[in-house]
């Protein structure tokens, strides 16, 4: 499974109506389970509001989470692909000498 680290920032509306926020990251969580992912939510200090680590199957089926999530106009994202340390170490030693 691939993972994404995604770093978020309320949207006015988003803010405006952070009450229904807790309701909202369910919804979030039920359309990553439908992509076939998951997802752990941080609430943040700083620069970012909230920071979101994000299990899919592919990068297609994250870039459709993430314009789904977009469109819902509460947050906007910015993401980055991440690797396990696991994952990271077998690249590296697979790097030429």
Known sequence: MAHYVALVKWTEQGI???KEAPKRVENVRRMAQK?????????????????????????????????WLGGQGNVR????KAWTAEEASKMIA????
Do not use: C, H, W
């Not at 997802?39 to 314009?67: C, H, R, W």
């Not at 994202?77 to 980055?80: A, D, G």
């Not at 697979?94 to 000498?97: F, L, S, T, V």
């Open 77 to 80: 994202t910015r993401s980055l």
């Open 16 to 18: 405006r109506t952070v």
């Open 35 to 67: 992509l076939g992912g998951s997802m752990q939510v941080y609430y943040t200090m700083g620069e970012y509001d909230i920071v979101s680590i994000v299990e899919m199957p592919s990068d297609e089926a994250y870039n459709k989470f993430a314009l």
């Open 94 to 97: 697979e790097i030429p000498q």
